[in-house]
């Protein structure tokens, strides 16, 4: 199988999981893609963060996060993308008519690799790392996925622009991670590392339901605005 098949692979799968026939399903992919929803999620875990750490140790940690977002944000948008030069299905003269889009929406120019994947797949991989707890894994590469996924209903973005912007994110985040060892080794030397440096196992599980509760929470209002949104549009 050589590039152009899996090139056209590729362009089938994406006019098979684009778009449909739903008002109700175009408005919460449009919602589910927008960082801005997901905020109060990201602050809440933040807040965890802090909460159960002293001041430097939490603020490190923070950082680091923030590093890792920054990077895979480079790597996507200011390496890949101008690089490869691969155009969004949205700007793609050969199938651009036939993706279904969402409110007139189609994008910058160039989608590969997806900046979406990459940024959501090294933060979920970098905090998993960090808190390793088998539920908040689960829950953040749950969200990963599905911010990925809008990007494909919505016609921004190839599956393999999405698969490929994922395992470098993956990368970015296992890679991060391993600095972050190293440095918390270096910069905190009284203190033995741990993969979780919190008061105990039951004050994280109570705070990661806070957690869990602003995903459920994001999840509704998105299903609201969802509802909202497509009326709006279509009315």
């Given at each position: 199988m050589d590039i152009q098949q899996l090139i056209s692979i590729d362009k089938d799968l994406l006019?098979?999981?684009?778009?449909?026939?739903s008002v109700f399903w175009d408005g919460f992919m449009w919602v589910a893609t927008s960082t801005v929803i997901w905020i109060p999620a990201g602050l809440v875990l933040l807040y965890i963060i802090i909460k159960n750490d002293r001041p430097s140790k939490a603020?490190?940690?923070?950082?680091?996060?923030?590093?890792?977002v920054v990077i895979a944000h480079v790597v996507a948008s200011e390496v890949c993308k101008p690089y490869?030069?691969?155009?969004?299905?949205?700007?793609?003269?050969?199938?651009?008519?036939?993706?279904?889009?969402?409110?007139d929406y189609r994008g910058d120019?160039?989608?590969f690799i997806s900046g979406h994947a990459t940024n959501t797949f090294s933060l979920s991989m970098f905090s998993s790392l960090v808190i390793r707890r088998k539920s908040f894994t689960v829950s953040m590469f749950a969200w990963a996925v599905l911010h990925t996924y809008t990007r494909i209903y919505l016609g921004l973005h190839y599956p393999g622009d999405i698969l490929f912007g994922a395992i470098v994110g993956l990368i970015v985040g296992m890679a991060m991670?391993?600095?972050?060892r190293?440095?918390?080794?270096?910069l905190f030397p009284e203190t033995h590392f741990s993969p979780i440096r919190y008061v105990s196992k039951r004050y994280v599980t109570e705070d990661l339901k806070v957690f869990y509760f602003t995903l459920i929470l994001t999840l509704i209002a998105i299903l609201l605005l969802a509802i909202w949104f497509g009326y709006r549009l279509y009315s």
């Open positions: 006019l098979q999981w684009s778009g449909s026939d603020l490190f940690t923070v950082l680091m996060m923030a590093a890792v490869f030069a691969r155009f969004r299905p949205t700007h793609d003269p050969f199938i651009m008519y036939l993706v279904d889009i969402v409110n120019i160039y989608g991670y391993f600095l972050y190293w440095l918390y080794k270096r």
